[in-house]
């Protein structure tokens, strides 16, 4: 379950950097990383759709390109193997509070102003190629 004190530090820091970057994007944050004399708040990434590009995973770049982006703030949370293969992933959306966003109402309507159009907003995935080879 995700804490209110959670929710309160990820709006405001998610509203802060869409401000400042004016352009969708989502936190992250590493489930066994903590900051040094912080050991119970996860600490916060935010990367911006171009970034997310690089992924080219289509389900995180459709999270964030689906939502608006002055409403919700998209969190992923991971948690790498102990070997670092492989890595889990949980996604949630979490409102941003009405107050918080009456209180930056010209800011956000600047920067929504500012985004592209949605269809400028391509997602890039791997394509694979599979040959299959015969022996006769």
Excluded at 42 to 57: G, I, K, S, V
Aim: proline share 4%; hydrophobic share 40%.
């Amino acid at each position: 379950m995700i804490s209110s004190s959670f929710c309160v530090t990820a709006t405001a820091y998610k509203l802060h950097k869409f401000l400042q970057s004016r352009e969708r994007g989502a936190l992250f944050a590493n489930a066994n990383f903590r900051m040094e004399g912080h050991p119970h708040q996860p600490a916060f990434d935010w990367l911006t759709f171009d970034q997310l590009r690089e992924t080219r995973d289509s389900i995180v770049q459709n999270s964030v390109i689906r939502y608006d982006p002055a409403m919700v703030v998209c969190v992923f949370v991971f948690l790498p193997s102990e070997s670092g293969n492989s890595v889990a992933m949980w996604r949630r959306k979490i409102n941003i509070p009405n107050n918080t966003r009456l209180r930056f109402q010209h800011e956000i309507g600047i920067a929504k102003a500012g985004l592209r159009k949605d269809k400028d907003y391509v997602v890039y995935v791997d394509e694979y190629v599979y040959v299959l080879k015969y022996r006769l």
